[in-house]
């Protein structure tokens, strides 16, 4: 004889984890559609404004490259009014990019060579504080220390070199800066300490002729 069928309650009924973890994830779907719309909007929102701004970017720095280009030939031709105006636009319309940093460098140098050496040191100053290692970071020290020499302040010339010096740039650079640096000491009448410097120039192999003639120059002025 047949045995009746038992219902089977819900707490009978053995469910599968991953379905039951799919079930959940469709019925908080469901209870937050809106929420997941609006957000899915926000990251479509960010990725079109994120490539507009990249290519808005972009433009910038082509344009400012080229008026880069156009401030140099004036500035290579000597033609330093010209080139002073071209530079003060660059700093003007393309502020945050490298072309306005090495702006910034030219205009410097401009103001060093007619001798206005505050704004010199003001326009040197922000280069080589905002500026990473390059070709323009000797000269930009090198012009800082001559300004600091002009002013009779010494000590903040070496400190300007000892700067330099610290950057670890080529070893030629390098041996320019120390010997800036000796010249001034030989001033300062400290001539133990300069020649020390000169000693150790003097014994690095394959040292180049100019620098050598100059580290001469300097023991004969001791």
């Known amino acids: 004889m047949l045995k009746p069928q038992r219902k089977i309650i819900r707490k009978e009924i053995k469910r599968d984890p991953f379905l039951e973890t799919i079930d959940k994830i469709e019925y908080n779907f469901e209870q937050n559609r809106k929420t997941y719309l609006y957000i899915a909007l926000g990251l479509i929102a960010v990725i079109i404004s994120g490539n507009f701004l990249l290519n808005k970017q972009s433009q910038k720095d082509i344009d400012s490259n080229s008026a880069l280009g156009i401030a140099l030939v004036a500035f290579d031709n000597e033609d330093y009014e010209n080139a002073k105006f071209q530079f003060e636009t660059i700093l003007s319309d393309f502020s945050g990019t490298n072309s306005s940093n ?28 905002n500026s990473e290692p390059d070709i323009l970071i000797p000269g930009t020290i090198k012009i800082l220390s001559n300004i600091a020499l002009k002013n009779n302040e010494f000590d903040k010339a070496i400190k300007l070199l000892d700067r330099g010096l610290r950057l670890g740039l080529d070893n030629n650079i390098s041996n320019e800066f120390k010997l800036l640096k000796v010249s001034i000491l030989i001033e300062q009448d400290k001539i133990e300490i300069a020649q020390n410097i000169l000693n150790e120039i003097l014994l690095e192999k394959k040292l180049p002729i100019h620098l050598k003639q100059r580290s001469e120059e300097l023991i004969g002025m001791m």
Do not use: V
Request: proline content about 0%.
């Open 102 to 129: 090495i702006a910034t460098y030219y205009l410097g140098k401009i103001s060093f060579e007619n001798n206005d050496l505050t704004k010199a040191e003001s326009f040197l100053n922000e280069y080589l504080n």
